[in-house]
Nanobody
């Protein structure tokens, strides 16, 4: 059974930090690209960060320098270090996995809430 289980969200003050994590099971984690998305109330889901199986990363422009995505293939886990949080970062953060090969399976986690208070 495939699972992506996020944790590590919560309530943080303006300017604070959080480090959500996502533990994967049921598929070959090291063969999948991993991403974090987020969805704020009343807005569409948007990409936050991407990490390839070899560790190369990409970020949405507004998150560059504040967010860092990383992965530990030995632990089947992907992380998102978030620093200098502002109220616009309040959202549900979702973990996403996508295979490199046909049939390009993709999976979503259930999400973890991040709330930044002023």
């Amino acid at each position: 059974q495939v699972q992506l289980v996020e944790s590590g969200g919560g309530l943080v003050q303006l300017g604070g930090s959080l480090r959500p994590s996502c533990v994967a099971s049921g598929f070959t984690f090291s063969s999948y690209a991993m991403r974090w998305y987020r969805q704020a109330p009343g807005k569409e889901r948007e990409l936050v960060a991407h990490i390839s199986s070899d560790g190369s990363t990409n970020y949405a422009d507004s998150r560059k320098g504040r967010f860092t995505i990383s992965r530990d293939n030995a632990k089947n886990t992907v992380y998102l270090q978030m620093n200098s949080l502002n109220t616009e970062d309040t959202a549900v953060y979702y973990c996403y996995a996508r295979a490199y090969n046909y049939p390009w399976n993709e999976y979503w986690g259930q999400g973890t809430q991040v709330t930044v208070s002023s």
